[in-house]
């Protein structure tokens, strides 16, 4: 038994009292292993290792490590019989516990060395384990040749790397990869011829520089898209001729790519930077340009802000056909009169909503449905296709809104009767302000309970649509005269269709109109001032401030 701390423990000596409890400790024969006695801490104080002396004798090296001082320590080998005379072992097979020399100034004094702790390097020596092979027995060290060139040899994993210098022989390298690692130790290495070559570095070269080269050029270009200008042509074009087209809403960066996409300048960012510099830069519209190719972003916008450049026809909010007509005459180089001609011969081939009315009565099929908007418009067209492009998109707004289930609810028959309210409101209101009032004013004299003007409307507009005037004074003997169903002042209700072509906010404002009871309405300064009341003795106030305005 060891004890309970296994191989730590101490073993009494003969004739000693046992530690434990009183009763003596079983002894077993001693297995001659050397002395694994231990101080007072546990580790390996002493160790004994076997060796074979040079006539093939088994011996035993032991040692004892005494601390004779601090961080000192001595080191004795001793033979099995040393160990007799010095009471390592007894005639009973007990062995005497060597005490330690401790330092008390030494606070590690008693306790064993770590290992590797300034320990003596036996390697080499007799005391070495295992023990070194005699001189005679030893295989003789291989031998390298130096390099015949430089007379030094590098060593085997040294010296030329193997992708700079040529290839040896193919009957070397099979000889070479036969034979183990161990035959390399004793026998001379066979050393092959290498070649040099530059094709080797010529490949480095050329891949390093290359890289170098791609890493400059994206460097470059990066410097260039951040920090550099943008890339622009110079002069004003050349002199090849194209017709962009710019949608409504494009900001100056969408304009740029469509000018960059045709040819005529070189990069939108140009395009912006000019377009801000310019002062007039921000009064640029869409619609149709005819410009250049490779023109310099600076001349693009001067020329776009230029009416001459622009081909196209815009129609206004409140605009009537007839100057739609006119304008695009002029535009195509028509004769006066060619494209309202074409109206209204196909008027029913533009794509009108099916709710639309051409009665005998309406002046103009067409009239409502140019919506308002610019269009393109450029020398060699036909008049009924810029038309077509107007009635599309008439049709597509008047859809959104869905204006066939909106006028039921709004008291009126069809849509069409719709549309002719919107434009009598976009006629009648002078600012945005006005149109749901317009819209309100419009609904209530309407209405069969109407007793102020008893369902008549008295529309200035609709007289002057019918006249294609723009009077603001007109007699009462004019009026009354006249008996046009396109004269509210003479006949109930709505006039037989649109008097002009809406835009969205007249259209909104018919579709939700003021609940305010608004029935009378006057332009007290003939222009753009028009105030609103509900009873027939405020809309005389009105009409006498009108009066003293405008020298009546």
Known sequence: MYGDDGWGGQQAHVGQQSPYGGQPQQQYPQPQYGDWTQGQQSGYDQQQYQYYDEQGHQQYAGQDQQFAGQDQQQYAVHTPQQYQHQGGWDATGTHGHVPYAADPGDPYGQQPVA?????????GTEDAYPPPVPPGRRSPEPKTDPDPETGWDPGEDQGEHAFFAGGGDDEDDE??????????????????????????????????GGGLGTVGYFGWKYYQNRFGPAPDYAGSGNGEQVTVTIPKGAGGWEIGQKLREAGVVESADAFVSALQANPKGKGLQEGVYTLEKQMSAASAVQLMLDPKSQNNVIVTPGERNAG???AIDKKLQLSTGTTRKIAKQQSRKLGLPSWAQSSGQVQDPLEGFLFPGTYAAAKGMKPDAILKQMVTQAK???????????????????????????????????????????????????KPTNTETNQLL???STYNYLKGTSNIH????????????YNTYTHK????????????DAMKAALNPTRDGWIYFVATDGTTNTEFAKTYAEFQQLKDKFNATSGN
């Not at 690692?181 to 040099?196: D, F, L, N, T, Y």
């Not at 209700?493 to 969205?504: A, F, K, V």
């Open 175 to 208: 000889a070479e990869s036969r034979s183990g690692r161990g035959e390399r130790r004793g026998k001379k290495p066979v050393k092959s011829k290498k070649r040099r070559t530059g094709c080797a570095c010529m490949v480095v070269v050329l891949v390093f």
């Open 458 to 460: 008295q529309f200035d």
């Open 396 to 446: 597509e707004k008047y859809a959104a809104y869905d204006l066939q289930t909106k006028a039921k609810a709004l008291g009126l028959n069809n849509a069409f009767q719709l549309v002719t309210v919107m434009s009598l409101v976009q006629a009648e209101g002078k600012t945005h302000d006005d149109f749901r009032k317009m819209a309100e004013v419009v609904y209530n004299r309407l």
């Open 493 to 504: 209700g709505l006039p037989p269709g649109p008097i002009g072509n809406p835009g969205e």
């Open 115 to 123: 290992y590797g702790g300034e320990q003596p390097d036996f390697y």
């Open 324 to 326: 739609v007509y006119a």
């Open 474 to 485: 007109i007699s009462e003997k004019e009026i009354n005269s006249n008996q046009s169903p």
